[in-house]
């Protein structure tokens, strides 16, 4: 069964940082692609960034471009988002998702607060 | 980036009715591959997004087969054949080129 299990997520300052994290079981990890999708409380889902199967390739929404960045750790299963410089807008729940012609597991979700 | 546009985004349905949701691009969604990787989710409440239906028309493993997808090039149609209970939520199509880009949602409720 696939399962993506995110953790890292908390309240933290505007200008902070956070890493995000998401353990990845049930599938061979090294051979997906990967995502971070993000939802602000009530609102629709927003692609944030994307890395390819072996981390050479990655791609970021205009929006966190410069601030955040994707990476993953094929040997623990394991995909990363480190977000600096955390504005009030990017409060949300980031769902770690796995790429299978589109995106089509998603994890549960860990909540990103910034707020002072 | 490609823009995605949902209608109705708030479709109320009587139980056992067919129900409908549209999602239109602001460019072409096939692919250099010759592929459209269009998908449809569906987010019910309080849980994370489930796939439905990916390149336009293929059910996900597990999915009712009154869920049904169609559509080529710009529009894309979302079908429910017979509306149950546990179809409420928010379904979202999704388009799978760089950037990925979603609709805005349709929520669906039981009249």
């Known amino acids: 069964e696939v399962q993506l299990v995110e953790s890292g997520g908390g309240l933290v300052q505007p200008g902070g940082s956070l890493r995000l994290s998401c353990a990845a079981s049930?599938?061979?990890?090294?051979?997906?692609?990967m995502h971070w999708v993000r939802q602000a409380p009530g609102k629709g889902l927003v692609w944030v960034s994307h890395i390819n199967n072996d981390g050479s390739g990655t791609t970021y929404a205009d929006s966190v471009k410069g601030r955040f960045t994707i990476s993953r750790d094929n040997a623990k299963s394991t995909l990363y988002l480190q977000m600096n410089s955390l504005r009030d807008e990017d409060t949300a729940v980031y769902y770690c998702t796995r790429d299978w012609l589109g995106i089509d597991y998603w994890g549960q979700g860990t909540l990103v607060t910034v707020s002072s | 980036d490609v823009v995605m546009a949902q209608s109705p985004l708030s479709l109320p349905v009587t139980l056992g009715q067919p129900a409908s949701i549209s999602c239109r691009s602001s460019?072409?969604?096939?692919?250099?591959?010759?592929?459209?990787?269009l998908s449809w989710s569906q987010q019910r409440p309080g849980q994370s997004p489930r796939r439905l239906i990916y390149k336009v028309s293929n059910r996900d493993s597990g999915v009712p087969d009154r869920f049904s997808g169609s559509g080529s090039g710009t529009d894309f149609t979302l079908k429910i054949s017979r509306v149950e209970a546990e179809d409420v939520g928010v379904y979202y199509c999704m388009q799978g080129t760089h950037p990925y880009t979603f609709g805005q949602g349709t929520k669906l409720e039981i009249k």
């Open positions: 049930g599938f061979t990890f090294s051979s997906y692609w």
């Open positions: 460019q072409s969604l096939v692919y250099s591959d010759g592929n459209t990787y």
